[in-house]
């Protein structure tokens, strides 16, 4: 298993159109992917579950992925992240 800390950057959180982007990024990567806040965790190719997490700017969360491509889905989520698209 792969995970690492992020923080949301961009100014709207991950709402909408940011956790749309996020669940997309996600849904290309064969692995099982989870968003982790406090004791929540949620499937990161679920818009709904991504939501429910109602992240916003300067929340700290996990990304952790596990299957054969984790690292490349950690990766792509954490530079969706970090560029404050998402």
């Known amino acids: 298993m ?10 709207e959180g991950l709402q909408s ?4 982007l996020l669940v997309q990024v996600a849904s ?3 692995s099982t992917i989870w968003i982790e ?8 190719k679920s818009i709904m579950g991504v939501l429910s997490l109602r992240l916003k ?9 596990k299957g ?3 690292e490349a889905a950690v990766e792509a989520i954490a530079r969706l992240i970090d560029t404050g698209v998402a």
């Not at 792969?2 to 100014?11: C, D, G, N, V, Y």
């Not at 159109?17 to 749309?20: E, G, L, T």
């Not at 406090?38 to 499937?43: D, L, P």
């Not at 700017?57 to 992925?65: L, R």
């Open 57 to 65: 700017k300067g929340d700290s969360f996990f990304v952790a992925a």
């Open 28 to 30: 290309k990567y064969a």
């Open 2 to 11: 792969t995970s690492r800390e992020l923080t949301i950057k961009s100014e």
């Open 37 to 44: 806040q406090g004791s929540k965790r949620v499937n990161a």
């Open 17 to 20: 159109r940011p956790a749309a």
């Open 68 to 70: 054969d491509d984790e």
